[in-house]
């Protein structure tokens, strides 16, 4: 019923509604209470701050409500690390232009999950929630993810090459 209704791919089990800020999702869902609530709050709380038009990836929309789940934080370090050694780690700049949310291969759709949330953990761990709050606030302001990038860590991360470079380096020595 939950899919019909609302025209969710396969794997779906949950849906913020950015215009009627609501959320959809069915009864007995899985961790409802401790992932999935959590998580479609966040992407409504998250867009509520950045906005609808500057250039706000999936990638980042969806790391940032995972990182909400407090579980999710748990798990991404082994599961990024898996998806490194088979050799099936997106770049970056394939992040910012997939829109996965029509993907019926559970299995791509778990894995680009895993990534963002993991982009998001490297972030925040690395460089502290401050400037992650600064970088969201730079794009809430219009710049782009790079200049974004530039502003906030300008002696770190200088662009979306070097972000891949740091955070395939993060991934490694975790």
Request: net charge negative; glycine share 6%.
């Amino acid at each position: 019923s939950f899919l019909s209704a609302t025209n969710q791919p396969q794997w779906s089990e949950g849906m913020a509604d950015y215009a009627n800020k609501a959320i959809s999702s069915y009864s007995w869902s899985e961790g409802f209470l401790d992932a999935l609530l959590p998580h479609e709050m966040t992407h409504l709380i998250f867009r509520d701050y950045v906005g609808f038009t500057g250039e706000i990836p999936l990638w980042l929309d969806e790391g940032v409500a995972q990182w909400m789940e407090p579980r999710k934080r748990e798990l991404v370090k082994m599961a990024v690390s898996r998806i490194a050694e088979q050799g099936k780690l997106l770049s970056v700049e394939k992040m910012m232009s997939l829109d996965i949310r029509t993907n019926e291969d559970s299995e791509f759709v778990g894995a680009y999950y895993v990534q963002a949330v993991s982009l998001i953990s490297f972030l925040i761990t690395k460089y502290g929630p401050t400037r992650f709050t600064n970088f969201c606030r730079q794009l809430r302001d219009g710049k782009t993810v790079a200049e974004s990038l530039v502003f906030v860590y300008p002696t770190a991360i200088r662009g979306l090459e070097e972000l891949q470079e740091k955070w395939i380096a993060y991934i490694e020595e975790e």
